[in-house]
């Protein structure tokens, strides 16, 4: 699935959770097909023994969209997005399902590790991994959903961190004291 961009399939359902924009929303195929959006937001902190817990004080923070198929047969093709929001970056191996597609623009999507080409002082290109922290939004295929059916999808996310931070690592030297 590697270098093949998605979300181009004619009748497919479009659900994208933007979650600045929009709460809720309704999604249709051209079957008329009904997939009703429902989104949510918790944050997640770390507990007692490595235990997660939802709390307030959490810089972790997970969005979830759940696509309920209202109509009278199945949803085909239902692709599935969350946006990265504004000031935060994705966490890494969080998306659940597992299997997604991560997209740097909002319009191509691809199967994760992304790649970039970038070229060198020299003049000649090099091909580079993309980080996890670069990805701008979050795809799932989710095939079909039958009548009467949901299916959800979630990711995490937490601040991001000003380029050249390593969180709440310190650099000093041995002669400094």
């Not at 929001?85 to 623009?105: H, K, N, T």
């Amino acid at each position: 699935m590697a270098g093949k961009g998605i979300f181009r399939a004619p009748g497919a359902v479009l659900a994208g959770a933007l979650f600045a924009l929009a709460p809720y929303g309704i999604a249709r195929t051209q079957g008329d097909d009904d997939v009703e959006v429902a989104f949510r937001q918790a944050p997640v902190a770390a507990g007692s023994a490595g235990k997660e817990t939802a709390g307030a004080q959490a810089d972790v923070v997970e969005y979830a969209a759940t696509y309920r198929n209202q109509g009278k047969v199945p949803a085909d093709s239902v692709l599935a997005s969350i946006a990265v929001p504004e000031g935060m970056q994705y966490v890494a191996s969080s998306a659940r399902p597992a299997e997604f597609l991560a997209s740097l623009d909002g319009r191509m999507y691809y199967a994760p590790p992304l790649f970039r080409v970038v070229r060198r002082p020299d003049g000649r290109e090099m091909r580079v991994k993309v980080p996890e922290t670069d990805y701008r939004v979050l795809g799932w295929n989710l095939d079909a959903i039958a009548p009467g059916a949901t299916a959800s999808v979630s990711a995490r996310f937490r601040p991001r961190q000003p380029a050249g931070t390593a969180g709440n690592a310190a650099i000093s030297r041995p002669d400094e004291r």
